[in-house]
Nanobody, 115 residues
Framework: VRLVESGGGLVQAGGSLRLSCAAS?????????MGWYRQAPGKQRELVAV???????NYADSVKGRFTISRDNARNTVYLQMNSLKTEDTAVYSC?????????WGQGTQVTVSS
């Protein structure tokens, strides 16, 4: 599975961005779960949100109520809608897919939130 992220950029605190993760090579419906991770400079990578092929979602406590993960099966794409962004959300955001005991990663997209 090949994953390509897009939608990152520079935004002011309080603003919004929507990240996209386009998958190719396999239907996202056949992928056990897909998630968004982020890594800030000097910090470990952390899970932000995950969606299963059954549509269940889970979020990191730090983004609950602000971020929403969703998918468009027809477009074979998973999204991360990020609202009320904070400076501490600044990081490289990467998409992840887990299937058949394999894991695929995208190249990542930079999100920078300015104060």
């Amino acid at each position: 599975v090949r994953l390509v992220e897009s939608g990152g950029g520079l935004v002011q605190a309080g603003g919004s961005l929507r990240l996209s993760c386009a998958a190719s090579g396999r239907s996202i419906l056949s992928i056990n779960n897909m998630g968004w991770y982020r890594q800030a400079p000097g910090k470990q990578r952390e899970l932000v949100a995950v969606i299963t092929n059954g549509g269940n979602t889970n979020y990191a406590d730090s983004v609950k109520g602000r971020f929403t993960i969703s998918r468009d099966n027809a477009r074979n794409t998973v999204y991360l809608q990020m609202n009320s962004l904070k400076t501490e959300d600044t990081a490289v955001y990467s998409c992840n897919a887990n299937y058949d005991y394999r894991t695929s990663w995208g190249q990542g997209t930079q999100v920078t939130v300015s104060s």
